[in-house]
């Protein structure tokens, strides 16, 4: 059966409409694959960022010297970090120091030492002030503290 001129452009047209169809499936598909291939890659990237927050021990004292302090003095923070580029990646780690004590005195009692993240706390009792002629505070204890754990920092692989 041969097509006259009319039918032959209608069935073109025809062709040529599902083949457009056809066509914005496919880029739409196409978009679809590439839009979740990225939201994959991202989530994998936030995965790995996740796993270097979690492995960096949060709130933890060093057990040990590190970059010039002694045992206590360094509390880690935590840190955070994000993917440059296809393997680099940048990692801030949040810190902080407060020195080691020796020989702390509170009234008459003398704390020998304490860690520059312990906790010192003082138990007082109220005692006549014969000279003065008011009630006053006396240091009765005086009771050091470990707030955070221990961690060792070599493992963050920024050296110690």
């Not at 694959?33 to 994998?44: G, N, Q, T, Y």
């Not at 204890?141 to 963050?156: I, K, N, P, R, T």
């Amino acid at each position: 059966m041969r097509l006259n001129g009319v039918e032959a452009l209608r069935k073109a047209e025809k062709e040529a409409a599902e083949h457009r169809h056809r066509v914005e499936k496919l880029r739409a598909t196409k978009e679809r694959v590439e839009r979740r291939m990225k939201a994959e890659k991202d989530l994998k990237w936030e995965i790995e960022r996740l796993e270097i927050e979690k492995s960096a021990m949060p709130e933890r004292a060093n057990e040990g010297a590190f970059r010039g302090k002694v045992k206590g003095e360094v509390l880690f923070c935590g840190a955070a970090g994000s993917k440059r580029g296809q393997e680099d990646w940048e990692v801030t780690f949040k810190w902080a120091a407060s020195e080691n004590a020796t020989d702390i005195k509170i009234g008459n009692i003398t704390v020998p030492s304490k860690e520059g993240w312990a906790y010192l706390w003082v138990r007082y009792r109220d005692t006549d002030d014969q000279a003065a002629k008011e009630l006053v505070k006396e240091p009765i204890g005086a009771y050091v503290e470990q707030v955070y754990e221990y961690g060792d920092f070599s493992g963050l692989g920024i050296g110690v």
